[in-house]
């Protein structure tokens, strides 16, 4: 059946160990410094991983910063055109309301003007009239009764003028 024997276990025994150590010796070098250049790549990427997300961060808060302030400086401008133009607005009302007051004060000095030559001439048929009437009255002797009917001639004649 199986036979164990100590010489032979432990001459494989040496072998495995011999070859364990070439192994070892040949192989495991290289195969370390692999890895660790592998594992530095990776430390490598990895910080320029982290690196390029702060940088894009900083980049998008600065954005973010920049937009706000054009977002705050349109917001300014709008307000001041508005502004503008509701002044504008009041001046062009206030102009407008200026000149409606002014054409207002030429019209009623116009009609003050009318209204005086039109009392001046008024006053001037009086005056003809009543010349009239005196030297019609000095022409002949008159009642009481014709000089009521020569005051209402007068007077018709007055109206009739006007």
Do not use: C, W, Y
């Amino acid at each position: 059946m199986l036979d164990f024997s100590i010489g032979t276990i432990l001459f494989q025994l040496i072998v495995v160990i011999i070859l364990i150590a070439i192994v070892a010796k040949l192989a495991m070098r290289p195969m370390l410094e692999v890895m660790n250049k592998r594992q530095s790549h990776i430390e490598n990427e990895i910080s320029t991983a982290e690196e390029n997300r702060r940088e894009a961060a900083e980049l998008l808060e600065k954005q973010k910063a920049e937009l706000n302030q054009v977002r705050q400086e349109a917001t300014a401008i709008i307000d001041r055109a508005k502004q503008q133009s509701e002044n504008e607005g009041q001046k062009i009302i206030e102009d407008a309301r200026v000149r409606s007051e002014r054409l207002i004060e030429q019209a009623k000095e116009e009609i003050d003007r009318e209204r005086e030559k039109a009392v001046a001439s008024l006053r001037d048929e009086v005056a003809e009239l009543s010349v009239l009437l005196a030297s019609k009255v000095l022409e002949r002797e008159v009642d009481p009764k014709d000089h009521k009917n020569e005051i209402n001639t007068f007077i018709k004649q007055a109206g009739d003028r006007i």
